[in-house]
């Protein structure tokens, strides 16, 4: 293949795609966090592994870029250069129930459910939180589900009266992740502490797994004494996230991880633009700079650690 292109799916064909919004989610905005407009062409596939890793944290749900793109074609892309299986994440009752359809159709995806430290305030504003809870435990129970997530506290996004709905959710989460025998998937923003905090107070589940890992050297230590997994994004790979690769540098290997976030957290030099699991390889390279680590032995390493966290994909 050639690697300097933008894999086949996720080139505009020329033709306007009017495709009704045919998944739950939403897309991502066209402008970053400090209302720049973005590039929404996605970035050209890197060069293949040299051994198959797992994105653990994706939402194929979400809509990205300038056109359409299905789970198939989005997971055949994928691994084409080296990423053979993907964790598909859900964060409401939609990309939830989505979730399930797509590892139903698709062997390579393992499935995690949940409703995010955002999205659990607006269902208890409506009075729904009850019954959303009710159908994630229903959804949990499907035995491709293998992780409560994404779930923690973002004390980013959310503020105030949020908050408590917040730690009420966490915890209720981490209880079902207990009851089903899954693992937990955390989001963590700028909340370190608390998400430590509250973990001990109702006793961690077996199998942890910090998404997006954003902690410094402190939360590495913490999660190693712990045992529970560090999942590193494209994040890793930006010029000023100095304290997110002196925090990889400490980790224990055997609890690192690699995921994409996609369609957001684009690695560097492609920060802002679309992201899909076909990126993972940059992260990995980088990785593998930061660790001083041959990538062949990287890539097996993360391909076992992610079994560890979730299972085999039988
Ligand atoms: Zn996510």
Redesign the pocket.
């Known amino acids: 293949m050639c690697s300097a292109h933008t894999p086949a799916a996720y080139r505009p064909t020329g033709t306007a795609d009017e495709a009704e919004e045919a998944r739950p989610g939403g897309r991502r905005a066209a402008t970053d966090e400090s209302g720049r407009s973005r590039r929404l062409e996605y970035p050209p596939a890197p060069e293949p592994l040299p051994v198959p890793v797992v994105d653990n944290?994706?939402?194929l749900n979400f809509r990205d870029g300038l056109v359409e793109v299905g789970v198939k074609d989005a997971l055949d892309a994928a691994a084409a250069v080296g990423v053979d299986r993907a964790v598909q994440?859900g964060?409401d009752l939609p990309s939830s129930r989505f979730t399930v359809q797509a590892l139903d159709a698709d062997a390579r995806l393992l499935g995690a459910v949940a409703l995010?430290p955002n999205d659990a305030p607006r269902y208890a504003a409506r009075g729904e939180l009850e019954a959303a809870y009710a159908e994630i435990e229903q959804l949990a129970a499907h035995p491709r589900v293998r992780a409560i997530g994404?779930t923690g506290l973002d004390y980013f996004r959310s503020k105030g009266d949020a908050l408590a709905v917040q730690h009420d959710s966490f915890r209720w989460h981490i209880d079902l992740a207990k009851r089903l025998g899954k693992t937990l998937q955390i989001?963590d923003r700028d909340a370190h502490e608390d998400v430590v905090r509250l973990l001990g107070e109702e006793g961690a589940p077996e199998t942890v797994v910090f998404?997006?890992f954003s902690g410094d050297e402190d939360l590495a230590r913490t999660c190693n004494e712990n045992g529970w997994f560090m999942s590193f994004a494209g994040t890793m790979t930006f010029k000023n996230a100095e304290n997110l690769r002196r925090a990889l540098a400490i980790a224990d290997p055997g609890r690192i991880l690699v995921e994409t976030?996609s369609p957001?957290l684009t690695p560097h030099p492609y920060r802002g633009r679309p992201n899909a699991s076909y990126m993972v390889p940059y992260t990995v390279r980088s990785m593998a700079e930061v660790l001083g680590a041959d990538l062949a032995e990287l890539c097996s390493r993360l391909s076992a650690n992610t079994e560890q966290a979730y299972g085999d994909w039988d």
């Open positions: 944290h994706t939402h994440v964060c995010h994404e989001h998404h997006c976030d957001y």
